[in-house]
């Protein structure tokens, strides 16, 4: 996700909770070029849920996401190899081997090991990390997909050119971003704007049709 669809999003509720002169400045004014107070880099997948038989959801990541959560966080552990499920994961036995089945196959766990330092709030949901040229086949899988009709507006009849596709993260996706501060007396003053670090609000412009509620925690 853009930085500059969170930063807007953002900027949106400090206009809508602490007026014009705050969200100018915090995020600059629009009809100037004045330098924002906070600055947001974009939102990186760190786990993707994916329905599985049996489980019935598995969330889904790989080293390259893995690491980019690393570098963030700053987290000590070594970054688990493909194919490393956690150790709340019950995947299925098949010809005595522990087995996912996913839309496209099966995917063999060749170990489990505690990935609690991978997830933010330390919860250690059922997870398995895949290889890096096998996330972007289960992303696209996963992603949520729905055909939209515009109807016309003095009858029930889909209007001309009305039909359109939308596609969504499925609930439950885990994502990261970084905000940066002009200087370490604004982060002081971000904490006291936010209370205590944590809230809700949609991100990527489709609350309309209910896509995009999230529940965001500031570090």
């Known amino acids: 996700m853009p930085g500059s669809s969170i930063r807007g999003r953002f900027r949106s509720e400090t206009y809508l909770e602490h007026g014009e002169i705050a969200a100018n400045e915090w ?7 004045t330098e924002s107070k906070v600055k947001f880099e974009y939102a990186s997948i760190v786990w993707l849920p994916v329905f599985c038989p049996g489980q019935p959801v598995v969330w889904v990541s790989c080293p390259r996401l893995l690491k980019c959560y690393q570098r963030i966080i700053g987290v000590s552990a070594t970054i688990p190899k493909p194919y490393t499920g956690s150790r709340t994961l019950q995947p299925l036995t098949v010809e005595g081997k522990p087995m996912l089945f996913f839309n496209f196959g099966f995917l063999g766990v060749e170990k489990t090991d505690a990935l609690t330092p991978w997830f933010p709030d330390g919860e250690e949901l059922p997870a398995v990390v895949v290889a890096d040229d096998e996330i972007a086949m289960i992303h696209d899988m996963a992603l949520y997909r729905q055909s939209r009709v515009r109807l016309e507006k003095d009858q029930k009849k889909v209007d001309t050119g009305g039909f359109f596709n939308t596609e969504a993260l ?19 003053k971000w904490k006291s704007l936010n209370g205590d670090g944590y809230t809700e609000m949609y991100l990527g412009g489709l609350e309309s049709i209910g896509f995009g509620h999230c529940k965001i925690v500031l570090h």
């Open 27 to 33: 995020y600059g004014n629009e009809s100037e070029t």
């Open 170 to 188: 499925p609930e439950g996706t885990i994502l990261i971003f970084v905000m940066a501060f002009k200087s370490r007396m604004d982060a002081k």
